[in-house]
Every structure is written in C-alpha cells, then in structure tokens.
C-alpha cells in the first residue's frame, strides 16, 4: 500500500541546524522537506507559494520571538500545521506558542522525536503539552475572574446606593414592610427599588436577586 509522503518546510536561523534538521528528516520515507526559510517573513511567503502539510518553526529568531509572530501568520495564510521549536522550555513561550495557533511545541534536544512528532500532526493528534495545559488553565481561570470582576464593578455602578442596601437588608431576612419602616418610606416606594433592583440584576423575586448580589460579592 502506497503511503503518503508528508510535506515539511523548516523555518530555521541556524543554517548548521537547517542543513542537518533536513538531512534527517529526508531519511525518513514518509517525510519529504520542500522548502525552508530563516527567518519569519521569508517563512510566511514560502508558506503562500509552496504546499506544505507541517511547518517546523523556530521560535526565536534574530534573538527575538519571531516565530511566534511567523507561526499565526502561517495559520492563517494556509492549511500547514505548525510545530514549534526551541533550544529550551519555557512555560510562557510555550503557551504563546499555541495561543498563536502551533499544535505542538518541541525541545531541540529531543531531535529524535521529531518524525513522530510530524506524523501525529499531519494526523492532527498532536497533544497538547502538559505545560501548556496547566496555564491554559490557569488563564482561563484569570479571565474568568477578571469577567466577574468586570461584571461586578458595572453591576456595582448600575445599582443606586439606596438599592444596594435594600438588597443587603432582603439578603439579612428583612420583609419589604421592615425595609419602609426603616428607611422611613412609604412600602410603594419599596416596592418600587424592589422592581428597578429585578430589572438590573435580573431573578424571580427579591430573595433571588439579593443571593445573586451575595454571590457575586456585591454585598
């Protein structure tokens, strides 16, 4: 059975690296290297002329994370699944790296897995690394909170000091009656903050909203 060769281009600034890098893959029979480049803007035009199913991508180039730049234009200008490489692992490149669209992000040293690492992207199972995996979570965490954070300060500012306390006496246990008779109000005018208060934080009845506010850290 015929088996398909997988195209590969190499974007590499270390030209020993590139030359040897091409030299092993192009063992492989599988695997066919047809084209490099050196640097990210020369990687993204090969990558517009040349049909290639997996781009091996340095990411620092020029001393600079070039390819991280190299690989969300590659994603974007064609089908190519990029892997990342580095001399070293670093949590925060790592993460950039996927972010930017790689599918999966490799060591230098492990040179050796690198075959393995190109069949499971053209038969799109790359993993997702491990590090990546706990500060995607991590970060999603962050924006999480930062939503809630966001929300409540909108909420916060929506809501009148006046219904701000009426919540905090309904989430106390106070009955509309108790609240007027405090506030030295008539109950209509309870009543009223009550429906202006439904409207803003949304919920069935007072109770509701006044546990939603609690929740969110509002009261």
């Given at each position: 059975?015929?088996?398909n060769?997988?195209?590969?281009?190499?974007?590499?600034?270390?030209?020993d690296?590139?030359?040897?890098?091409?030299?092993?893959?192009?063992k492989e029979?599988?695997?066919?290297?047809?084209?490099t480049a050196?640097?990210?803007a020369?990687?993204?035009?090969?990558?517009e002329?040349?049909?290639?199913?997996v781009?091996?991508?340095?990411?620092?180039m020029s001393?600079?994370?070039e390819?991280l730049?190299a690989?969300?234009?590659?994603?974007?200008c064609?089908g190519?699944?990029?892997?990342?490489?580095?001399?070293?692992?670093?949590k925060?490149?790592?993460?950039?790296?996927?972010?930017?669209?790689?599918?999966?992000?490799?060591?230098?040293?492990?040179?050796?897995e690198?075959?393995?690492?190109?069949?499971?992207?053209?038969?799109?199972?790359?993993?997702?690394?491990?590090?990546?995996?706990?500060?995607?979570r991590?970060e999603?965490?962050?924006?999480?909170q930062?939503?809630q954070?966001v929300?409540?300060?909108?909420l916060?500012?929506?809501?009148?000091?006046?219904?701000i306390?009426?919540?905090?006496?309904?989430?106390?246990?106070?009955?509309?009656?108790?609240?007027?008779?405090?506030?030295?109000?008539?109950i209509r005018?309870?009543?009223v903050?009550?429906?202006?208060?439904?409207?803003?934080l949304?919920?069935?009845?007072?109770?509701e909203?006044?546990q939603k506010?609690?929740d969110?850290?509002?009261l």
């Amino acid at each position: 059975m015929e088996t398909n060769v997988i195209r590969v281009a190499i974007v590499e600034d270390d030209p020993d690296w590139l030359v040897g890098l091409k030299s092993y893959l192009n063992k492989e029979a599988d695997i066919e290297v047809v084209g490099t480049a050196s640097s990210g803007a020369d990687a993204v035009e090969l990558l517009e002329r040349t049909e290639a199913d997996v781009v091996l991508l340095d990411i620092m180039m020029s001393d600079s994370p070039e390819g991280l730049w190299a690989a969300a234009e590659i994603v974007k200008c064609s089908g190519a699944r990029v892997i990342m490489l580095s001399s070293m692992e670093e949590k925060d490149m790592i993460f950039e790296a996927f972010r930017a669209g790689a599918v999966d992000y490799m060591v230098k040293s492990d040179f050796a897995e690198i075959p393995k690492a190109v069949r499971s992207a053209y038969a799109n199972r790359s993993a997702i690394h491990p590090s990546v995996a706990a500060q995607m979570r991590e970060e999603f965490r962050r924006l999480k909170q930062l939503e809630q954070d966001v929300r409540v300060k909108e909420l916060r500012e929506l809501l009148t000091p006046t219904e701000i306390q009426v919540l905090d006496l309904i989430e106390k246990g106070h009955t509309q009656t108790q609240i007027a008779d405090k506030f030295v109000v008539s109950i209509r005018t309870v009543k009223v903050h009550v429906g202006n208060i439904l409207k803003k934080l949304g919920g069935k009845s007072s109770k509701e909203a006044a546990q939603k506010a609690k929740d969110m850290g509002i009261l």
